[in-house]
């Protein structure tokens, strides 16, 4: 166990729904990260928060939106779902200044978008 | 732009030693990770270099040289169990929080 919990671990969904994702980060950790990463893709970033406040964008699209909440868990939202959004998305956790050991990930939610 | 390449595939055998190869370009360079991935599992960190050299780990090792955007990753004594990909990420600004960017990462299969 890494510390960071996601859930659900898989999710099958329509096309065209909505579906949220959780992620709480590992104790201390005030950052979170969301990544993508498809069939033969690398990991994509989407969208880091640091203590409740949206810090990075990446590329995210227009129908993907997050929130980190004040006791620091953090949520995807993905709509209008569409075949392509099928991946895995990973939350990921850091600590603060402490930049050696980078992140710690959680155990990935598997979408399929049918 | 951030670029990071790597080989797509690798093999080796048992008991061998192999080496995975990263470059990249990015603006700004504060670091560069090499994390382990097996099918379906999340990434787990390997290594970290910010400054050029070698850092020593057990059987696996990390090399950089800043001048060259250049990496890589040894693993020594091989073992079936180190079939997985191996990601290689850079955090391109001056910052211990920016986003880090990974490449499409290496497969390797360990053979007998």
């Known amino acids: 166990d890494s510390g960071v919990t996601q859930t659900p671990k898989h999710l099958i969904t329509a096309t065209g729904q909505r579906v949220t994702l959780r992620c709480s980060p590992r104790?201390?950790?005030?950052?979170v990260y969301w990544y993508q990463q498809s069939l033969d893709q690398g990991l994509q970033f989407l969208i880091q928060?640091?203590?409740?406040?949206?810090?990075a964008k990446g590329n995210i699209l227009e129908r993907f939106s997050a929130q980190q909440f004040p006791d620091l868990h953090s949520e995807l939202n993905l709509s209008s779902l569409e075949l392509g959004d099928s991946a895995l998305y990973f939350c990921?956790?850091?600590?603060?200044?402490?930049?050696?050991?980078?992140?710690?990930f959680g155990s990935g939610t598997r979408l399929t978008v049918v | 732009g951030q670029n990071i390449d790597q080989p797509t595939e690798m093999t080796a055998t048992e008991g061998a030693i192999v080496q995975i190869n990263c470059t990249y370009q990015?603006?700004?360079?504060?670091?560069l990770f090499w994390y382990q991935q097996h099918a379906g599992e999340a990434p787990t960190f390997l290594s970290y270099?910010?400054?050029?050299g070698l850092e020593e780990k057990g059987r696996f090792s990390s090399f950089l040289s800043r001048s060259k955007g250049y990496s890589y990753l040894l693993l020594k004594e091989l073992q079936m169990k180190d079939s997985a990909s191996y990601l290689c990420a850079v955090r391109p600004l001056n910052s211990g929080n920016t986003p880090l960017v990974f490449g499409k990462g290496t497969r390797l299969s360990v053979i007998a």
């Open positions: 270099n910010v400054l050029d």
């Open positions: 104790s201390g950790d005030l950052s």
């Open positions: 990921a956790s850091s600590e603060k200044k402490t930049g050696s050991y980078g992140y710690t």
């Open positions: 990015t603006s700004g360079f504060n670091g």
């Open positions: 928060y640091y203590n409740g406040e949206e810090r």
